[in-house]
């Protein structure tokens, strides 16, 4: 089985540096875990993706936080 690369936003803020999501493309999906309980991971298609951040910017979704 292939290493999985993590790969954070260079966004990601934080005093200890994990408070951030971190993504690991695949040749068909992504997987998106919490850095700081990376053994929960969600695993989508790159549209679905998309969508959910298409949505988020555009407010679809309420006030998130």
């Not at 540096?17 to 309980?37: F, T």
């Amino acid at each position: 089985m292939k290493s999985v690369q993590w790969q954070k936003s260079s966004f990601s803020g934080g005093t200890t540096g994990n408070e951030c999501l971190e993504l690991a493309p695949g040749a068909d999906r992504i997987r998106i875990r919490e850095s700081d309980d990376p053994g929960v991971v969600v695993t989508t298609t790159p549209g679905s993706l998309r969508a959910l951040i298409r949505g988020i910017k555009a407010g679809d979704f309420g006030r998130l936080g």
